[in-house]
């Protein structure tokens, strides 16, 4: 059963940091490229952080760059991201993404975890 669970969420003031991870399990890790995306209340679902499968390669949002770090640990199935310098327009429900390199289409996600900006 594929599983993808979400954790570190929470309430943070401004110019704060949170650590979220994302625990993998029921497929094979470290062939999927890992994604966090964030959707806020009204607005769509955004890529925030893109890592490859070996993690060579990231890519980020814009509005993340300099301030959040993708990373993962195959060894343990794991899949990071570090937040730091928190503005109040990061508030969103944080989601993991799983993206298969070899089944075109084939993308598995968590149940997400909530982040709050705020003073």
């Known amino acids: 059963q594929v599983q993808l669970v979400e954790s570190g969420g929470g309430l943070v003031q401004p110019g704060g940091s949170l650590r979220l991870s994302c625990a993998a399990s029921?497929?094979?890790?470290?062939?999927?490229?890992m994604s966090w995306y964030r959707q806020a209340p009204g607005k769509e679902r955004e890529l925030v952080a893109r890592m490859s499968s070996a993690g060579g390669s990231t890519n980020y949002a814009d509005s993340v760059k300099g301030r959040f770090t993708i990373s993962r640990d195959n060894a343990k199935n794991t899949v990071y991201l570090q937040m730091n310098s928190l503005k109040p327009e990061d508030t969103a429900v944080y989601f993991c993404?799983?993206?298969?390199?070899?089944?075109?289409?084939?993308?598995?996600w968590g149940q997400g975890t909530q982040v709050t900006v705020s003073s």
């Open positions: 993404n799983a993206a298969s390199l070899f089944v075109a289409g084939r993308h598995y």
């Open positions: 029921g497929f094979t890790f470290s062939v999927y490229a």
